[in-house]
């Protein structure tokens, strides 16, 4: 154990100073005040095994005849062998969980002006009363483009909200919010048709159109649905009035695709 600890369990036991009898790993060095008190060892004299032989007397050697002498060899110097480093071992790549997409969140009115179909962003995720800035642009943007500017509400005039709040076994990510936005304007161009979709704000611009969030102010053709113009969202364009120029000038160049039928 560390010498925190070991300190702690020797207080525990009321333990002032002491000393091991070996050297601890992870230890603090011994305190020299302490070893001054140690007794030296006393060397005791070795004991003969039973049995054993007592020693030879030394022998005072005579002389030695001389031999022909031989070349002092030389001495071999023993080699350890080093062991071998052993090899790095690489550490094993981190497997990455997969990371859920988050579950889109919008809410989405669907409304017809004229032959227009609008699926049109709510900024509070309510649908507009009539005072509301955002309404009030909406009809502004109406009247500029020669349309009625009092939409009509589609079906129950219920907005499409997203998740769903009973989906049973429907998934809740953004391919089934696709699905889902695009089959009811489908259903909606089945019932009552419509010359051309308008896609306000970027959750219409995603989920219907299948397009980016800053892809607006142009013309597109949406498969199954036909051509929509996708614009900023209202609030969007409240923040940013120098957005509304360029809308109306996309507006311009799609009015004959409803114009023509109202006047």
């Known amino acids: ?37 140690l007794p ?41 062998a ?16 997969p990371v859920a997409a988050p579950v889109p969140r919008f809410a989405l009115q669907l409304l017809r002006a004229g032959s227009c179909l609008l699926v049109v962003e ?8 009539s005072r509301d800035p955002a309404y009030i642009l909406l009809k502004d943007i109406l009247r500029a483009a020669r349309l009625p500017d009092r939409p009509q ?10 998740p769903l709040v009973n989906p049973g076994s429907l998934d809740q990510g953004a391919a089934a919010a696709r699905d889902y936005v695009q089959g009811v304007i489908h259903a909606e161009r089945e019932h009552a048709g419509f010359s051309c979709l308008w896609l306000i704000g970027s959750p219409a611009l995603r989920f219907a159109g299948e397009l980016d ?32 120029p360029e809308l109306w000038r996309a507006l311009c160049r799609s009015m004959t695709r409803w114009v023509s039928e109202h006047e």
């Open 122 to 129: 709510l900024p509070t995720g309510e649908p507009f009363q």
């Open 153 to 162: 509400l589609v079906g129950d005039g219920e907005p499409i909200r997203w």
């Open 82 to 97: 080093k062991p071998a480093a052993p090899a790095p071992v690489e550490p094993a790549p981190a497997v990455e969980a």
């Open 1 to 37: 154990m560390d010498e925190a600890r070991r300190r702690a369990y020797l207080g525990a036991m009321q333990v002032d100073s002491w000393l091991p009898r070996t050297v601890l790993p992870f230890a603090a060095p011994s305190r020299a005040e302490l070893l001054a008190f």
């Open 213 to 244: 969030a800053e892809q607006f102010n142009r013309e597109v053709q949406v498969e199954g649905l036909g051509t929509a113009v996708a614009m900023p969202g209202l609030e969007q364009l409240m923040e940013q009035p120098s957005l509304k």
């Open 40 to 80: 030296e060892p006393e060397l005791e004299a070795p004991v003969p095994a039973v049995g054993a032989k007592p020693a030879a007397p030394a022998v005072t050697p005579g002389p030695v005849p001389a031999t022909k002498p031989s070349m002092p060899r030389p001495a071999l110097k023993a080699v350890e």
